[in-house]
């Protein structure tokens, strides 16, 4: 399926509003409810949209500090990626983790309370994850700018 310039306005729109209900995306993008409701659907089915999630407000969850890892493995034989990617998935502060080209094997972006929270998590966590010859992380002291929103 390709996307003409009415799904992408849709997209648009639910990746800045998703809790817009179908009557006002209807109304933003010109379309009638019932036709805005099926190419919604379409949407969902053909895989273009995955979810809709809340986004939490990470201060007020108390998890203001925002640190990425870079990590190097002993190697990168299958075995060792598939057993690193697994337990750093069990790991409740990574919130992503990304497999990288270039002189990491891996970056995470992990969140924690402050820099006693983080040295806690790199103890429990980190540090027991398999295969890691070396970890060097960069702590963000501000975001200048942070969207979860894909060019449509």
Do not use: W
């Amino acid at each position: 399926m390709t996307l003409d310039p009415t799904d992408r306005r849709i997209l648009h729109t639910l990746q800045r509003r998703g809790r817009i209900s179908n009557a006002e995306l209807a109304d933003a993008i010109n379309l009638s409810a019932s036709a805005c409701h099926r190419r919604v659907q379409r949407l969902e089915e053909e895989g273009y949209i995955k979810d809709y999630v809340a986004l939490l407000d990470a201060r007020k969850m108390g998890v203001p500090t925002t640190v990425f890892v870079e990590i190097t493995l002993q190697t990168q034989a299958d075995e060792v990626l598939e057993a690193f990617e697994t337990a750093v998935g069990r790991v409740p502060d990574v919130l992503e983790c990304h497999l990288m080209a270039g002189k990491a094997d891996y970056i995470l972006k992990v969140v924690a309370e402050n820099t006693e929270d983080f040295a806690r998590i790199h103890r429990q966590y980190l540090t027991r994850l398999p295969g890691v010859a070396q970890m060097q992380s960069s702590f963000a002291l501000r975001t200048v700018f942070k969207t979860t929103a894909l060019p449509v």
